[in-house]
């Protein structure tokens, strides 16, 4: 789907990242490989530490991959934490 698509185009050539890159890059690199436990924890860790635009755009992400991962069992436990995130 359109989600997926948008996932490819920002991973598109590039590494995976070392420790020091953006946290939601890493989270992509995560997703890519279907390992939604981290990607979900990258994404609201970066929900936690941001605030205004990169807050909502980390949100979004977040989001995103909840579409993506479908009914994988991590997806409800991250939803919590999103919502606690965010509250």
């Not at 990258?42 to 929900?47: H, K, N, P, Q, S």
Request: hydrophobic share 55%; glycine share 8%; aromatic share 8%.
């Amino acid at each position: 789907g359109l989600a997926m698509v948008g996932l490819y185009a920002r991973t598109d050539g590039l590494t995976p990242p070392a420790g020091d890159d953006p946290a939601l890059l890493a989270a992509d690199f995560a997703a890519l490989e279907a390992d939604w436990p981290r990607a979900f924890a990258l994404g609201i860790a970066e929900v936690r530490a941001t605030a205004g635009d990169e807050r909502e755009a980390a949100r979004a992400r977040v989001l995103e991959y909840f579409l993506l991962a479908g009914d994988d069992p991590a997806v409800p436990k991250a939803r919590t934490a999103l919502a606690s995130a965010l509250f």
